[in-house]
């Protein structure tokens, strides 16, 4: 079962500018995908235009899910002034209208797996960069999305929220939630993805699991990191 589907023909900032041209792909219930490109090459645009966020995207985005609750967590957080941790925690559960239960049972379970508890009636602005990321992840986690879009979640995070963060996503999986995950943390990305889009100027180069971007880039023993230097230098010409 797919639970995000996306179809863009072009998307960009102006009109005359695409950005992406011709990006086709989903994303399967419980699978994890690796969105992959060198700096500039619309990864970030791609989430955009898949949130809705750009004014100028052609194409088709579905979220095919039951509930097509979806959740993103931006590599630089967003936090709403004047409220504390716990509040911000209390306003996604009202919103997504949780279950009682349900909702206090996994907020202490997240705050305590992230060491978030202490700060719990503080407010994010005095947090680090680092517990603000966390914050976003308790969010994301908490409404338990079908469809969760991370952007670089392996940089500012120590090892220690990396491996939660890693266990909550399995465990969300596991449940059914489709991850498309943004990173330049290639050995992590080929050691948890189920597939990989790697993205060049804006257009796909190469798509598939690991044994399909190998056949691709023609390095059958090559790691994720070989394989993205042979596909990103064939695509400029290098
Ligand atoms: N707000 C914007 N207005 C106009 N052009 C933009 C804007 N944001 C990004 N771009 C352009 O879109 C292209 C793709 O940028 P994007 O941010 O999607 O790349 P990325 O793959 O996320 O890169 P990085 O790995 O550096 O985060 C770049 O050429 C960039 O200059």
Redesign the pocket.
């Known amino acids: 079962m797919k639970v995000l589907e996306v179809e863009i023909e072009s998307a ?3 009109a005359a ?1 695409p ?2 041209k011709d990006l086709t792909f989903s994303v399967g219930a419980g699978k994890l995908v690796g969105l992959i ?12 235009a898949i949130l809705g966020l750009l004014k100028e995207c052609r194409g088709e985005i579905r979220f095919t899910g039951e509930t097509k609750r979806y959740a993103y967590v931006p ?1 630089q957080p967003v936090t709403l002034e004047g409220l504390t941790l716990e509040e911000h925690l209390e306003l996604a559960a009202a919103v997504f209208q949780l279950p009682q239960l349900a909702r206090r049972e996994r907020t202490e379970e997240l705050l305590n797996s992230f060491s978030l508890q202490g700060v719990r009636h503080q407010y994010p602005e005095s947090f680090s960069k680092g517990m603000r990321q966390k914050m976003m992840l308790i969010l994301a986690f908490l409404i338990e999305p079908e469809v969760l879009i991370v ?2 979640p392996f940089i500012g995070l120590d090892p220690r929220a990396i491996q939660t963060f890693l266990r909550w996503m399995e465990r969300q999986r596991k449940r059914g939630t489709g991850v498309l995950m ?1 990173t ?1 943390v290639l050995d992590t990305a080929e050691r948890i993805c189920d597939t990989f889009l790697l ?1 060049d100027g ?1 257009r796909l180069t190469a798509a598939g699991n690991m044994e399909e971007i190998r056949e691709r880039s023609g390095l059958a023993e090559g790691t994720l990191l070989d394989c993205f230097g042979r596909l990103s230098g064939e695509e400029s010409g290098r």
Request: hydrophobic share 20%; net charge negative; proline share 4%.
């Open positions: 960009g900032y102006e500018r950005i992406i490109g060198p700096n500039g090459a619309g990864k970030s645009t791609t989430v955009k590599e952007d670089e943004s330049h993205i804006g």
